[in-house]
């Protein structure tokens, strides 16, 4: 095996890696300190062999003036005498690594702001701070500022009721708060000494939702008639949810601008545009019973919604999602993006081989066919189907 002597640049690359790894164990209180790297240890043997390399070896950590501390042994050999070589490089604490590997700077950022934390609320030391590292060590003064600010604003004021935009704090805008609600909800529980972070911010900060809305079209001309004469609704969930109608049909559509161009079908009404928040579905007690169809994308995320709205409707018949409807009008697909990788569980069995096939590629890479490229008369005449199946 060849001799392994580490030189100043080995170390920087050792303390690299090892800093990459460890930094946030370490500004936690973890490591071994003092931590000592090994330099090598040749015996008489290896400087006989190679002793230009021992030489140059010796020579780089010659009057070490840098940081860490040098350990040196002395070696008396038969043949080469009484020789002083190096043996490791040993620091006392992470900030002594930082420098080596340029982020000192950083490091004592990081650890002045942590201490600022903890000045004002020492329970937030509960957990270690170390996720937070980046935060602490890259974020702009005002920035930190600006966190300060809101964490007292929302520990004084637990429950405020506010919307996000109506914050009364100074130099705070809701996009500030909004990229940042997730980082502000972690370092809220850990001052509260809470066990975990609440899966809902809002709630967490003491805020008000603004109101999911929906938009549906009462396609209808006799249900119409129960609403004012409206066709075209978008509204709060909760106001929907009171509306006193009994449709015959609920047709769930994917995408917006296929809902709009739906013409009037009696009986029927169309949720559209909710993608993968179709689960609000649940609170509208008038879809109840009602039989559902759902109309979306050919494509591995248009399956995964339908997935998820059988999980409310465990009856949901599924519309122009099928292997016959992709290969009719597949000079019309494009590329999806990306796709969904998960199991699906609430698809029947030519659902699921569709799935399937989108993922491996059965009938080309990662095909998508989106609703609204479908030629119109097949729309009308699958959409027709619908109702005199279903229509008294």
Request: glycine share 8%; charged share 20%; aromatic share 8%.
């Amino acid at each position: 095996m060849a001799l392994k002597l580490l030189r100043p640049d080995g170390v920087k690359d050792w303390l690299l890696r090892r800093y990459a790894k460890q930094h946030r164990s370490w500004f936690d209180g973890g490591g071994e300190w003092p931590l000592a790297v090994p330099l090598g240890s040749p015996t008489e043997r290896d400087v006989i062999d190679d002793i230009v390399m021992v030489r140059a070896w010796v020579d780089s950590w010659a009057g070490w003036r840098g940081v860490g501390a040098l350990q040196t042994v002395d070696r008396k050999w038969p043949r080469m005498g009484s020789q002083t070589l190096p043996v490791a490089l040993s620091f006392a604490g992470p900030s002594e690594i930082a420098v080596w590997c340029g982020q000192e700077s950083s490091w004592g950022r990081a650890r002045k702001r942590a201490d600022v934390l903890l000045m004002r609320w020492p329970q937030v030391v509960n957990g270690g701070l170390g996720r937070f590292f980046d935060l602490l060590a890259d974020y702009h003064d005002n920035d930190f500022e600006r966190l300060l600010a809101v964490l007292s604003w929302a520990l004084s004021n637990p429950a405020s009721g506010l919307y996000m935009r109506q914050l009364p704090i100074v130099g705070v805008d809701t996009k500030w708060l909004e990229r940042r609600t997730t980082v502000v909800a972690e370092l809220l529980t850990r001052i509260r000494a809470e066990n975990s972070v609440g899966s809902d911010m809002h709630e967490t900060l003491g805020l008000r939702k603004v109101p999911h809305r929906i938009r549906m079209r009462i396609l209808c001309p006799q249900l119409r008639s129960c609403v004012g004469g409206l066709s075209d609704i978008e509204a709060p969930l909760n106001e929907l949810s009171a509306l006193n109608i009994h449709p015959q049909i609920v047709l769930v559509v994917e995408n917006l601008e296929s809902g709009i161009a739906l013409p009037d079908m009696q009986g029927v009404v169309a949720v559209m545009g909710l993608g993968k928040a179709v689960g609000v579905l649940a609170r509208l007690p008038w879809v109840y019973g009602r039989p559902a169809y759902y109309w979306g994308d050919i494509d591995t995320q248009g399956l995964s919604i339908l997935s998820l709205a059988r999980a409310i409707f465990p009856a949901l018949v599924s519309i122009m999602m099928d292997v016959a409807t992709l290969l009719q009008f597949k000079e019309l697909a494009v590329d999806e993006p990306a796709q969904v990788s998960s199991v699906l569980e609430n698809l029947t069995s030519d659902e699921q081989a569709l799935y399937e096939g989108l993922r491996n590629g059965t009938w080309g890479p990662r095909l998508r066919l989106e609703q609204e490229r479908l030629p119109w008369h097949y729309v009308l005449k699958s959409l027709t189907d619908i109702s005199k199946v279903l229509t008294p």
